[in-house]
Each structure stands twice: as structure tokens, then as C-alpha cells.
């Protein structure tokens, strides 16, 4: 038998095993959300830093579930960080997965997130942190609108002491490929927090968790999550050029990571 053969037969078991998995997966995955929906309602009437708490312990929560899929993430994270304080993450996106993943890795860092308002109305615990968590929900088809909700948001992250994560590419690049950054938002929140550090965070691998539309989500998958030096901010450079500066060094890391890849098949 030749070891195209092999691989053509191997891969219905695969995918078997693969459901195998996915299925305690999602009924955990969907149990946590909505055990965890009547907390953080709770958790409001106790101020900010009980509702931090709640989703930070929420977010650590999806990522542990990820075992049940054999998924690993591998963390390269610089030294210059500061765990106490606020920064502009600049992250590529590639998975509904690379929130909880962020928000684990820098839970000290107290992230916020910048997302789609659909997010917002219908999923248990996400869509009711999203609307009370300070977190920013934005109409993407109303370009004015979302700029200015990221305005407002950056100018109480400076006051509030958190941090914002931002995804410039828009939408999720669901072939691991990065998508061309969408500058505007992420420059307005540059220019309303003038004395926040950007911090870069490249993800891959993220994307193969969706490569069946998760019917089945396949075992093994490798995260890779690179988050650089933060990016200096200071009067003599404009915002652009922050953003520019961030989109390059995430490029960068996504054509290394994709090339070592190749190397190793």
C-alpha cells in the first residue's frame, strides 16, 4: 500500500476521533458560559474589580477546555512588560479563541476588548460583559460611529487604568493569512490614549481549530502566540506610524512562524 493510500485511509478515523473530542468540548464549552452568566450578573453590583475578576477567571476557564481537545499554545512573551501596567494590544486575529487566549496571557494587564455589537446580544456571559465590562461594542458597518465609541473608550482607559485590544484586521483571517490592517480605529485609540505603550501580539495556529467549521474542531492543534517589546509612544511619533510600526512587527512574526512551519512540513 502506497503512503498516499495510508493517508487517504487514515483520514475518516481522524475525523472520528476528532468528534470523539469536540463533543464534551462544546457541551463544557456551552455549560461554563451559562453557569457563569448569573455570576457576572451578580458580580456587577459588586464594581469593577469583581467583574475583572469574573472574566479573567472566565476567559482562563475556555482556554483549560482546550485540553480536551489536546490543543497547545506555545507563549513567547517579551520581558519589557510590565504586569501592572496599561498598553494598546495590537493583535492579528484568527480565531474566536484568540480573545480568551489574550485575555489569559495578559489577564494582569486587565484587557479590554474592542468587538462586533452582534457579540453582544445573545451569547451567555460574552454579550452581557461585553455590554457592562467597559468593553467597547462597535457597529462595523458605521464607520463614524465605531471610531467613536474606540475615542471615548480610550480616553477612560487612561482614567480607569485597564488596557484595549484591538484587532485591526477587521474580521478573522480564517486562513491563518494576514488580512491588510484597518488603521482608523486603531489610530484614534493611539491618539486618545497618548500615554499608553502599543503592544504587538502575533497569533497562528489559532484558525486550524475552525478549518472543519468546527464540526469537528481537530486534536493537536499548536497556538502560537508571540507578544513583542512594547512600542514606545512619544510626541515625535505620529499615530499612523504606531500603527504602521505594529502592523510590521506582527507581519514579520506571521511570515517566520509560517516559513518555520514549511521547513518542518
Known sequence: MSSSDSEVEN???TRVLDWIATLPFAVCFILLLIAMDPIHRVGYFFGAKVQDS????LNKGLVALLRILNA????????KIDPNKQYIIVSNHQSLFDIPIIASILARNNPKFIAKKELGQWIPSVSFVLRRGRHAL???????????SISQLGTMMQRSGFSMVI???GTRARDGKLKKFRSLGLNALIKASPDCQ????????????AFYNFMPIPRGVVIT???????????????SALSRMAGEIIAKNIKELHSQHDMHG
Open 11 to 13: 483520514v475518516p478515523k
Open 54 to 57: 469574573l472574566f479573567i477567571a
Open 72 to 79: 497547545r499554545i506555545a507563549v513567547e512573551k517579551s520581558d
Open 138 to 148: 462597535i457597529d462595523r458597518s458605521d464607520a463614524g460611529s465605531a471610531v467613536q
Open 167 to 169: 484587532f485591526p484586521e
Open 198 to 209: 502599543v503592544l504587538p501580539v502575533t497569533i497562528d495556529g489559532s484558525w486550524k481549530l
Open 225 to 239: 502566540i508571540k507578544i513583542g517589546d512594547p512600542i514606545l509612544h512619544n510626541a515625535d511619533v505620529s499615530a
